[in-house]
Structures are given as structure tokens and as C-alpha cells.
């Protein structure tokens, strides 16, 4: 049964699931995969997002942060502290989880204007650069189902894929701007993107242009750190 658990959690490690995507993609029968599914949930290492759809669970990312495992948080604090100073932006670190995208770590301006995202906050995937790429290299079906009511197209998402970052300019709020790049786990897989944001007046309306090459770098330095942590 535990080898069961484990396949549920596995297939959910690529993104929301209803329970029809989650017999599909373990081959359990549908009774079994749904009483896993709930006993799972109950114990918090799986939830369910606004569509009812099966994710992660919170658990999880305790669990992690507990055992000292998740070496991508103890590696964004000093990235992001560089960035921020290299760019004079705040600078984040989201991950996905569901229908929204959290912020799990952060290194903010010490003074001045600032476009303040907390460690914790939990934004929308309908907007935003980040948004943006934590969707852009989804699966076909996924990524149709994301932009569905999505200040962004498919088009734009397209731009993404190809240049590998993103702007934002008051897509998600009025004023503000961001630029973001993918951090890549085991196989490729975009699980993070590094983010800097920051007022339009500050950080310009083509964001991209003076900030993306830092980002991208520290969003692979971070990919770096994963692969390394994969081989050893």
C-alpha cells in the first residue's frame, strides 16, 4: 500500500490532478487511487485546489524544510541577495502549487520604494512574469487550461520559451513591473522561477532589457545547484 501512496504522489509532482488524470497516470484502479487520494489528504501530504483537483499537500514542504532537505531554500538566500543588490530590485524565488504561485524566499530593498512580496504570499497564475514561467513549458493541455482567463496569451508564452525569461508590466498590479527566469530540476522540469520587481517609474516599462540577463543567471545558478544535489 505504501508503494501505492507513493505512485499517487509521484504523478502529482508533475502538477494538478483529477482523480480520472491520477488513475491514467498510475494505473490503479479508480476505488484505490480515490481512498489513497483522500487518506493522503487527510494527512495533508495531498490537498486539492479550486477546481477540486488533487495537488501537493503542505506536509510536504514541512516535512523538507524539517529534515534540512530542500537545498534549493537554503541555496536562494545568498542568490537572491546577490541579485537584488546586483540589480537594486527586490528579488523572489516562486514556486508553484496549484492554481497560485507562493513565494518561498525573498531578499528585499533596505530602503527606498519597494514592491514588497513576502516569504509566504500567495499570488495568482493568471499574471505576472513569474506566472508566466512556471506556465510556459507545461505540457500542451496543461498550459491551455492555465491561460484560461490569463492576462497573458499563448503568443506571449511562446516569446518566453524562446528568449527563456519574462517581463511583466502592470499585469498583475497597477505600476509595478517584474522580470522572471526558470529554474529547472531533475529531467529539465521548471520547478521555480527567480524573480526582481519593482515600481515601472524604476525599473523601466522594458524590464527585460536591462535586468533579464542578471536573472537568468542567478535562476541558473540555482538550476545548478539542483543538478548537482540530482548527481550526487
Same mark, same amino acid.
Given at each position: 500500500?505504501?508503494?501505492?501512496?507513493?505512485?499517487?504522489?509521484?504523478?502529482?509532482?508533475?502538477?494538478?490532478?483529477?482523480?480520472?488524470?491520477?488513475?491514467?497516470?498510475?494505473?490503479?484502479?479508480?476505488?484505490?487511487?480515490?481512498?489513497?487520494?483522500?487518506?493522503?489528504?487527510?494527512?495533508?501530504?495531498?490537498?486539492?485546489?479550486?477546481?477540486?483537483?488533487?495537488?501537493?499537500?503542505?506536509?510536504?514542504?514541512?516535512?523538507?524544510? /524539517?529534515?534540512?532537505?530542500?537545498?534549493?531554500?537554503?541555496?536562494?538566500?545568498?542568490?537572491?541577495?546577490?541579485?537584488?543588490?546586483?540589480?537594486?530590485?527586490?528579488?523572489?524565488?516562486?514556486?508553484?502549487? !496549484?492554481?497560485?504561485?507562493?513565494?518561498?524566499?525573498?531578499?528585499?530593498?533596505?530602503?527606498?520604494?519597494?514592491?514588497?512580496?513576502?516569504?509566504?504570499?500567495?499570488?495568482?497564475?493568471?499574471?505576472?512574469? /513569474?506566472?508566466?514561467?512556471?506556465?510556459?513549458?507545461?505540457?500542451?493541455?496543461?498550459?491551455?487550461?492555465?491561460?484560461?482567463?490569463?492576462?497573458?496569451?499563448?503568443?506571449?508564452?511562446?516569446?518566453?520559451?524562446?528568449?527563456?525569461?519574462?517581463?511583466?508590466?502592470?499585469?498583475?498590479?497597477? !505600476? /509595478?513591473?517584474?522580470?522572471?527566469?526558470?529554474?529547472?530540476?531533475?529531467?529539465?522540469?521548471?520547478? /521555480?522561477?527567480?524573480?526582481?520587481?519593482?515600481?515601472?517609474?524604476?525599473?523601466?516599462?522594458?524590464?527585460?532589457?536591462?535586468?533579464?540577463?542578471?536573472?537568468?543567471?542567478?535562476?541558473?545558478?540555482?538550476?545548478?545547484?539542483?543538478?548537482?544535489?540530482?548527481?550526487?
Amino acid at each position: 500500500m505504501l508503494d501505492k501512496a507513493a505512485c499517487v504522489l509521484n504523478a502529482l509532482e508533475s502538477g494538478p490532478a483529477t482523480l480520472a488524470q491520477l488513475v491514467a497516470a498510475t494505473g490503479l484502479a479508480r476505488p484505490t487511487a480515490h481512498r489513497l487520494a483522500v487518506a493522503l489528504e487527510h494527512h495533508r501530504l495531498v490537498a486539492r485546489d479550486l477546481q477540486g483537483r488533487f495537488v501537493l499537500g503542505p506536509r510536504l514542504a514541512e516535512l523538507s524544510t /524539517a529534515a534540512g532537505e530542500d537545498r534549493l531554500l537554503v541555496a536562494a538566500g545568498p542568490v537572491l541577495a546577490a541579485l537584488r543588490d546586483h540589480s537594486g530590485e527586490s528579488a523572489q524565488l516562486f514556486r508553484r502549487q !496549484g492554481d497560485q504561485r507562493i513565494c518561498v524566499a525573498a531578499a528585499e530593498r533596505p530602503m527606498g520604494l519597494r514592491d514588497s512580496i513576502p516569504v509566504g504570499a500567495v499570488l495568482p497564475m493568471l499574471a505576472g512574469s /513569474a506566472a508566466q514561467v512556471l506556465l510556459a513549458w507545461e505540457e500542451p493541455d496543461r498550459l491551455h487550461r492555465g491561460l484560461q482567463g490569463a492576462k497573458f496569451t499563448a503568443t506571449q508564452l511562446a516569446a518566453v520559451r524562446r528568449h527563456g525569461w519574462s517581463q511583466s508590466v502592470s499585469e498583475r498590479e497597477a !505600476g /509595478a513591473a517584474s522580470v522572471s527566469a526558470p529554474v529547472r530540476g531533475p529531467g529539465g522540469r521548471v520547478v /521555480a522561477a527567480v524573480s526582481i520587481s519593482g515600481p515601472i517609474e524604476r525599473i523601466s516599462k522594458q524590464p527585460g532589457r536591462i535586468h533579464a540577463a542578471a536573472v537568468v543567471a542567478a535562476a541558473n545558478r540555482l538550476t545548478e545547484v539542483l543538478r548537482r544535489t540530482e548527481e550526487g
